[in-house]
């Protein structure tokens, strides 16, 4: 009888496995593996305890071995980093994995530390770097020198944008990179348009005369809601509608903003939203507004373009890899109070015009490009090679 073929996939959180992961999943138990998932179920990240504990149910359910590990927030602490190591390295002791397949920089730093000794093969998907170009020194300085060592221990890193690519190619030890661009969006489910559009304006309390601004991502730092509020508070234009679907520890102090400045008609946090849910807001949206100070490749702007919403976006990869001023949105460049109040003036004259039409038309081309199934057969290709003495080649 031929023995269990074992996939182990470590994440730091659950809001990765079930946002990022469960086509990965799917691809491998196709390919005969047993899999398993590492994460932390308990403090999931951007879903809500339910959701994971759902999550947890489903994987399960269909024969996934699911193990808690309590990563911590951003680098974690020295104590919980050294528990996690020891939970991972005891695993790595009882079970025989062909490989390991690790998302996000706490997660895979721990990961390949464990693995040191246990033979383990580690594929390392990198979802945005925690350097990156013009970004701080202080960043460069933590975080480039493990990513640097530690890339030695890696059999194979996957970039998602262009430049994390460079920067692997040029400084890594391992030379063994395959760019996959991103985790690959459903574009027929967000590219057909739904015939109800006047019964969700209801919904939502809209005219046909207000023009409506989405942003979809965590309520944090760096997806930078804030300054987008404060362009709309600036600008004192009624019909300019702006919500934002999404939670995130930030959450409290955005709606804190919102009531304190008179906006709770003009802006909304709509929390977690479905898939389904998200397609019928896109229904009545005209621009996607996505101003992060640091992404890897941001899907949400993605599943807004394949709707024929054109962006207003700042100019970070991950963003940039796919957009074109004045071609798919607008490039908000720097983000600062000005430049998005110019944008949004922009976007409200943009509206009904042919200007428009042509936006949302090279929009619909343009994430086309990144459909799942492009990616699940770039993924199929370098799961069925890994395990085996063959490497993927690009």
Known sequence: MKDTRNVLIVASTASMIK???????????????????????????????????????????????????????????????????????????????????????????????????????????????????????????????????????????????????????????????????????DYDRFSTSLKNKAQ????????????????????????????????????????????????????????????????TDQVKLLGYRESDELNELLTISDFGVFPSKLEGLMTAGLEVMAAGIPLLYSDVRGISDYSEHLATGYNLNDVNESRLQKALEWAIETKDTPLYDGLSRNCKNVAKKYDKTLIDEKMLNIYENISGKAMVKE
């Open 19 to 185: 946002q990022f992961n469960l086509r990965n999943i799917t691809l491998l138990k196709r390919l005969g593996y047993r899999v398993f998932v590492a994460t932390n179920f308990a403090e999931p990240g951007t879903i809500t305890a339910e959701m994971a504990q759902k999550l947890m149910t489903d994987l399960e359910n269909h024969d996934v071995v699911t193990i808690q590990v309590d990563f911590g927030r951003a680098s974690g602490t020295v104590k919980s980093n050294m528990i996690c190591i020891a939970k991972l390295r005891k695993l790595f002791s009882d079970i025989a994995f062909d490989f390991v397949h690790v998302h996000s920089a706490l997660a895979s730093v721990l990961t390949r530390v464990a693995a040191v000794g246990k033979k383990q093969h580690i594929i390392y998907t990198i979802h945005g770097m925690q350097f990156f170009k013009g970004g701080s020194i202080k960043r460069w300085v933590a975080y480039f020198p493990v990513e640097w060592m530690l890339s030695g221990l890696t059999k194979l890193i996957i970039t998602i944008n262009q430049e994390d690519t460079g920067l692997v190619k040029r400084w890594f030890i391992n030379s063994k990179t395959i760019e996959v661009p991103g985790v690959g969006i």
């Open 200 to 263: 969700v304006l209801k919904k939502y309390g809209l005219s046909k005369d207000d023009v409506v601004f989405i942003s979809v991502g965590e309520l944090s730092d760096r997806k930078n809601h804030l300054p987008v509020i404060s362009a709309i508070n600036k600008l004192n234009n009624k019909h300019l509608k702006y919500f934002i679907v999404g939670i995130g520890p930030l959450k409290n102090e955005i709606q804190n903003y919102i009531s304190e400045n008179g906006l």
